[in-house]
């Protein structure tokens, strides 16, 4: 009987101490965000669901919000529903969603072209909708309402996970805590935390194994209501994805930029955080589910795009572009196109952005006032800063990356300079250190003028430097 006893208390014991993060925040934010994560600085955010079937918001607001829109009076979403759809309700419009033309093997090919390392796709949004075979919600909405009992009749999130992972790039997905109108929401939140929304977690990380989770519409609830900190904790220790997987800091209402794994600013451009992982996410528009109201000149140029993801990964930070596809299932070409070219870029330039840290500085200013203010977030704002300044503004003339594996120091260009020259603040280099112009791998000639080095560039060639979109210079042979 002793024996007995004495072996319980030691698996006990044991099972104890494999539990390394205990459910609180104190413990769970000692741990870190997986290395593949921040080395990988590039991911692809897509939101597609039922919305895409409208696909409309006004300019400058979010379509996949149209159901929200209708419900609380958005005159412009009224009028458009009204003239498209007649007396449908939204939830009619699950049948429309037929997601016909989805090819999940060229989805996967075009985001490995495009560099990008990892995707988030919509596992479901505020609307409750699920991309996989769910039945839970069909019970707690009383009629169908998964992608495999409606609409396309597929398992959309489990199509492009396989799909995914025939590539290069990492699996994930979003999921929204919270559904606006769900019937067991509005009637009582800790019940529909325990029997809806853990049971749907729990089978989307035990039936997937995503390699990013990435929850949202937490802010209508404390983490005490969505057991955040019980949550993480079985992820982090029990879960099958335990050692791999990426978290976020939406667990509740306060949650934000304080706790939790990686940080997330929404179309924030001007945010980041020193010692801590975060990550910016944004539309190519005004958007992340496809609006048909946006025109090409609504779109940010690639130029900008690469210049963004160029800023954040300068300071510490990753970034999340987003794409909405329509309702068949196909990816807007100028999409498509914005992708691919970023994608030429990164395949040229990638070792200026991938595996980085932060250097000693983020970026070089040029002479003039520092403080422009963006209008808002959603416009071409590293443009502002970098080629477009208003008059008397400077812009940010250099970015810095670091990678200290291979002790490399890469400055990059967003412009290439009038008199091929390009002076490089307080730096100092040795005659060991090798200078070179990363896209056409040409030594560049550079003197030590004081603290600063002057770096003579080449003549302009359109033949070699095909992307020109922002220039690298890469010091090898330098410590931080």
Not at 318 to 339: A, S, T, V
């Amino acid at each position: 009987m002793k024996k007995y006893l004495l072996m319980l208390f030691l698996v006990a014991f044991i099972k104890v101490s494999a539990q390394t993060y205990q459910p609180n925040w104190q413990s769970l934010d000692t741990r870190p965000v997986p290395q593949w994560f921040t080395n990988a600085k590039f991911g692809i955010f897509i939101h597609w669901g039922v919305y895409a079937v409208p696909g409309y918001s006004s300019k400058g607001n979010y379509s996949e919000w149209y159901q929200n829109g209708l419900m609380n009076k958005d005159s412009a979403r009224i009028k458009y529903h009204q003239q498209k759809f007649g007396n449908k309700t939204y939830y009619d419009l699950a049948d429309d969603f037929k997601a016909e033309l989805y090819n999940p093997d060229e989805w996967a090919q075009l985001f490995e072209k495009s560099g990008a390392k990892y995707i988030v796709l919509t596992s479901k949004h505020h609307d409750g909708f699920c991309l996989w075979p769910n039945k839970d919600a069909n019970k707690t909405w009383g009629f169908d309402w998964n992608a495999v009992d409606r609409g396309p009749k597929r398992d959309l999130l489990g199509d492009l996970f396989k799909a995914v992972r025939k590539t290069s790039v990492h699996a994930g997905m979003y999921y929204s805590l919270y559904e606006w109108f769900n019937p067991l929401w509005l009637k009582n939140r800790d019940l529909y935390t325990t029997s809806h929304v853990w049971p749907q977690m729990k089978e989307l990380i035990n039936t997937y194994e995503p390699d990013v989770f990435w929850t949202d519409g937490d802010w209508d609830a404390t983490d005490t209501v969505w057991r955040s900190t019980s949550f993480l904790s079985w992820l982090y220790n029990e879960s099958p994805v335990k050692n791999k997987i990426v978290t976020f800091d939406r667990w509740g209402s306060g949650i934000r930029f304080n706790h939790g794994g990686v940080y997330t600013p929404e179309y924030q451009p001007e945010l980041s955080f020193k010692d801590h992982p975060w990550e910016e996410s944004r539309g190519m528009g005004s958007s992340y589910g496809y609006n048909r109201a946006e025109d090409a000149w609504d779109y940010n140029s690639t130029q900008s795009l690469l210049l963004q993801l160029i800023d954040k990964v300068s300071r510490g930070g990753n970034f999340l572009l987003d794409i909405g596809p329509d309702e068949h299932g196909k990816i807007p070409p100028i999409m498509q196109e914005r992708l691919l070219q970023m994608g030429e870029w990164l395949k040229v330039n990638g070792e200026a952005i991938y595996d980085t840290k932060q250097w000693k500085v983020a970026s070089q200013w040029s002479a003039g006032r520092t403080d422009y203010k963006p209008k808002n977030g959603h416009g071409d704002l590293l443009l502002k800063l970098t080629i477009e300044p208003d008059s008397g503004y400077a812009v940010k003339e250099v970015f810095y990356t670091y990678n200290d594996q291979t002790k490399s120091l890469y400055a990059l260009l967003p412009q290439y300079p009038a008199n091929k020259k390009i002076v490089l603040k307080d730096l100092k280099l040795s005659s060991t250190n090798k200078v070179t112009l990363l896209q056409t791998q040409q030594h560049l000639n550079w003197k030590q003028l004081g603290a600063n080095v002057e770096v003579q560039l080449p003549e302009f060639n359109p033949a070699k430097m095909k992307t020109g979109e922002a220039y690298v210079i890469k010091i090898a042979g330098i410590s931080k």
